[in-house]
């Protein structure tokens, strides 16, 4: 299981560099420099609310994954919400990007990003890839 789990992850990883490629080429976007697993804050009041929406996620995720491993809540409410997380990190990121970031055009590849990625664990929940809902 952990083998599928970690192929299908290394699937959606190699498709959204895929797209990333793909429309930079197209749009002309210049590559962002940054470090891997880094967090590169347009700006001051980017880096607090990115903040507050991960320690946000983080406190609802221990409470969520509490409640699907001991009172029996379906794990897809967990994986619900989040896309819903994904949603709102890569919408703050792409409106800080469009309107404070010197490469405007650089919102594009984040909400292409994250449509792949929601399209991505969607399919998973939909199609049941992983025997969770049986």
């Known amino acids: 299981m952990w083998l599928e789990i970690g192929l299908v992850i290394l699937g959606i990883v190699i498709l959204v560099s895929i797209v990333k490629f793909i429309l930079s080429?197209?749009?002309?976007?210049?590559?962002?420099?940054?470090?891997?697993?880094?967090?590169?804050?347009?700006?001051?009041?980017?880096?607090?609310?990115?903040?507050?929406?991960r320690w946000s996620w983080m406190l609802v995720s221990i409470f969520l994954i509490y409640l699907v491993l001991y009172r029996e809540l379906p794990v897809t409410l967990y994986l619900s919400l989040?896309?819903?997380?994904?949603?709102?990190?890569?919408?703050?990121?792409?409106?800080?990007?469009?309107?404070?970031?010197?490469q405007p055009k650089q919102a594009v590849l984040t909400?292409?990003?994250?449509?792949?990625?929601?399209?991505?664990?969607?399919?998973?929940?939909?199609?049941?890839?992983?025997?969770?809902?049986t």
């Open 82 to 102: 989040f896309i819903a997380w994904i949603a709102t990190e890569a919408f703050v990121r792409a409106y800080f990007q469009w309107k404070y970031s010197e």
């Open 25 to 53: 080429k197209l749009l002309k976007i210049e590559k962002e420099k940054k470090d891997f697993f880094s967090c590169d804050y347009i700006n001051e009041q980017h880096r607090k609310i990115e903040r507050w929406v």
């Open 111 to 133: 909400l292409s990003e994250m449509t792949v990625w929601i399209s991505a664990v969607t399919s998973v929940v939909y199609f049941d890839v992983f025997n969770f809902l």
